[in-house]
């Protein structure tokens, strides 16, 4: 069973030493059939007051530091060691209740798929709508793999990939406007366009390991990640990543799921000082396989964390 390791560092540095109110940490993976933690460390300088790990509404693992120190700088270090056992690519059979789209889900889970069918961003002109459409067949129903594959591969060849520099995720009408954006923007906006389709759609957070020299032509790499998870009836939870192509958990370790990405940021907090008293942050992100740490985690790299 593959056996991966992760290594996330984030440093926060002042002009001064400062107070720091409390951090909301969420960068342990979030284990299930097809993932298991073998080893994890969370580092924190300086240290804590408190640090107590709590489950969100979603069941995501949470760690809450709150801090009686003053310092000019602030880190975190998170070292996680998993086994990575992904399925292979699920296929629905003609058998399968959502075979077809239009499908209906069922009256005992709908209830609970709600929050996740529910558009949360407003498309006055109905261009999200258009789009989600146009993977429709005109004539017959649609296979539901078809929708889902045809969005999935249909970013990651028409947008532009691309970081911003700027906190946060774009709404996905300026996804879809500039065809341009972050595997965030890109996770909300298809999030977004299935949901105008009646099907359920989260959003996950987590990391993608790039094998060797990243012959497989991902980008997202060396920060953190992020993808879509549909809901459908038979089948569960299903991943995939419009940034790369994926269907599955191929090479994507999940951190958090939730509804909407502003639930899922790993690492957030506040500072008690003047504006100009921070500096900045660096963070540093390494996905190998086990027995590379060393090589990989050199501790050099500066990235843009999405």
């Not at 809901?231 to 940034?243: C, H, M, N, R, V």
């Not at 907090?269 to 190998?288: C, K, N, P, Q, R």
Request: proline content about 7%; hydrophobic content about 40%.
């Amino acid at each position: 069973m593959p056996l991966l390791t992760i290594n996330h560092k984030t440093v926060y540095r002042y002009t001064r030493p400062v107070a720091f109110g409390e951090h909301r940490i969420m960068l342990q993976p979030l284990p299930g059939h097809d993932l298991r933690i073998r080893a994890s460390q969370l580092e924190i300088a300086p240290k804590p007051m408190q640090l107590r790990w709590i489950h969100d509404v979603f069941g995501n693992s949470v760690a809450i530091a709150t801090f009686d120190e003053r310092a000019d700088t602030l880190s975190f270090t998170a070292t996680a060691t998993v086994e990575h056992s992904p399925a292979e690519e699920f296929a629905l059979t003609p058998d399968d209740p959502a075979y077809f789209y239009p499908f209906l889900y069922d009256d005992e889970e709908f209830p609970d798929l709600l929050q996740f069918v529910t558009p949360q961003y407003g498309d006055p002109n109905g261009e999200l709508s258009a789009w989600a459409r146009q993977f429709l067949d005109a004539e017959a129903p649609t296979p539901t793999f078809k929708i889902l594959s045809g969005m999935t591969h249909g970013i990651r060849r028409a947008f532009a990939y691309r970081k911003r520099h700027e906190r946060g995720t774009q709404h996905p009408l300026d996804t879809l406007q500039t065809g341009s954006g972050t595997c965030r923007d890109y996770a909300l906006f298809m999030i977004e366009a299935l949901r105008r389709l009646g099907i359920a759609a989260r959003f996950v957070s987590g990391y993608i390991f790039i094998p060797g020299d990243g012959v497989d032509g991902y980008v997202g790499g060396g920060s953190t990640h992020a993808w879509v998870q549909v809901y459908l009836p038979s089948a569960g939870w299903i991943e995939f990543d419009p940034t790369n192509g994926i269907v599955g958990t191929r090479d994507l370790i999940r951190v958090a799921v939730a509804r909407d990405p502003r639930q899922a940021i790993p690492l957030h907090g506040t500072y008690l000082g003047s504006a100009d008293a921070f500096v900045g942050m660096e963070v540093d992100i390494s996905v190998v396989a086990a027995g590379e740490e060393m090589e990989a985690w050199d501790g050099t790299r500066q990235v843009e964390e999405v």
